[in-house]
């Protein structure tokens, strides 16, 4: 019995060697998507992202880049659950997102992880679908945006396609704007989908 | 074997027209209110147990430094796109370890190649997502870590995935030097031995 026992607890804690803490994170964020009058999923192709970005006042744009052929289109009230999903999943690895630009905030990291994030999740429901239209816009900030200063430093935002049109979102601030309506929308030289 | 007849259309310099520039410096910025009551009726996705993070072994580097290996490594310097300009290099044998775990977590959630959904470059960006993860967790806090996805031309056959197409890879700094994964098998090579080097397009950090 005592070397049952033992042998038990041996197995239990060999394939713990070499691990970190154990993590879990909430479960992966299901977006709505935007229907066409038939039902079928609305979508939108990068000459619409093109005419979006122009509309949005992005001038001299130097690069944009889009992996996939069609997106869908996201429906703006699911944007409260990503972000919540956001947030939560920082907080599971030790991060206050709130507060991430008091340290080595990164906005590549977080809009990455939410493209993934909703991929999965749709993956795990319907299997099929369009590529999640979760991108990211690096700029220059030289016009303030809200509490974050005008001070020409390089930064990233989540690029956003809702039936609002293109959003602009930073999750440590929780700011949201209308491309259009984004201080540095002339400052942008990097977008990607 | 995940195939990915990967598709790409990229528009390069393109010049739009102008619009004027207004300042919201002064204006209500909108913000977005988290719904942390819709999420709290969610369940937690538990996940395999990760590689523990070894902050003593991995350094800081700069995004010259990563230019700078591109540009010793390949014929033709891809576009390295970036927010940064300091990054993290983890150790070695913590990406080794890192690699196996993400073959666990993709049995665990049940992640398989489905295109356009997730496809070459989501395999991509969740390895990338998933390291960068990883490193938090362990308390780092010096900054992102070296780690991105590559879009590439296949000269090549690599990894399983034929000549001829375009795809994308996972691009790691570790204390060893820079190397090259296939993320839908665990394929690792040292970059200056990656067939296909010379035709990456883009690194996206």
């Not at chain 2, 902050?55 to 010259?64: C, D, F, H």
């Not at chain 2, 993709?106 to 490193?135: G, H, N, Q, T, W």
């Amino acid at each position: 019995m005592k070397r049952f026992v033992a042998f038990f607890i041996f197995a239990l804690g060999v394939p713990l060697i070499g691990a970190g803490p154990s993590l879990s994170l909430p479960k992966f964020p299901l977006p709505a998507l935007v229907r066409e009058d038939d039902g079928g999923i609305k979508s939108i192709g990068f000459l619409t992202f093109i005419r979006e970005v122009r509309r949005g006042g992005v001038k001299e744009l130097q690069d944009i880049d889009f992996v996939d052929r069609e997106y869908a289109v996201l429906e703006s009230s699911s944007l409260p659950v990503l972000a919540a999903w956001l947030e939560a999943a920082a907080r599971c690895v030790g991060v206050d997102l709130p507060q991430a630009r008091l340290g080595s905030y990164d906005g590549l990291e977080y809009a990455r992880l939410l493209q993934v994030a909703t991929s999965l999740a749709i993956l795990r429901e319907h299997g099929k679908s369009l590529a999640m239209p979760i991108g990211v816009l690096i700029c220059n900030r030289r016009e303030a945006w809200g509490e974050l200063p005008g001070n020409r430093d390089r930064d990233a935002y989540m690029l956003i396609a809702t039936e609002r049109g293109l959003l602009v979102y930073d999750p440590p601030t929780r700011q949201l704007s209308e491309l259009s309506k984004f201080p540095n929308h002339g400052e942008i030289f990097k977008i990607q989908f | 074997m995940k195939r990915a007849p990967f598709r790409f259309a990229s528009l390069v310099g393109v010049a739009l027209g102008c619009a004027a520039v207004n300042s919201a410096a002064d204006e209500d910025v909108d913000r977005l209110s988290p719904d942390f009551a819709a999420l709290a009726r969610q369940p937690m996705i538990p996940l395999p147990f990760p590689p523990k993070w070894v902050m003593a072994k991995s350094s800081q580097g700069t995004i010259e430094d990563v230019i700078a290996e591109f540009r010793k490594s390949t014929a033709r310097q891809p576009d390295i796109n970036y927010a940064r300009r300091l990054f993290v290099r983890p150790d070695h044998e913590w990406l080794l370890a890192f690699v196996r775990w993400f073959r666990k977590l993709e049995v665990s959630l049940d992640m398989r190649y489905e295109e356009p959904i997730f496809d070459c470059d989501k395999y991509s960006r969740c390895f990338v997502a998933f390291a960068d993860l990883l490193a938090r967790k362990g308390g780092e806090t010096r900054g992102s870590i070296c780690v991105g996805w590559a879009i590439v031309f296949n000269d090549h056959d690599f990894a399983g995935i034929k000549a001829g197409i375009s795809h994308s890879v996972v691009v790691v700094g570790t204390s060893d030097g820079f190397f090259i994964i296939e993320p839908q098998n665990g394929t690792i090579v040292p970059l200056a031995d990656y067939p296909n080097r010379d035709a990456i397009l883009a690194v996206n950090l």
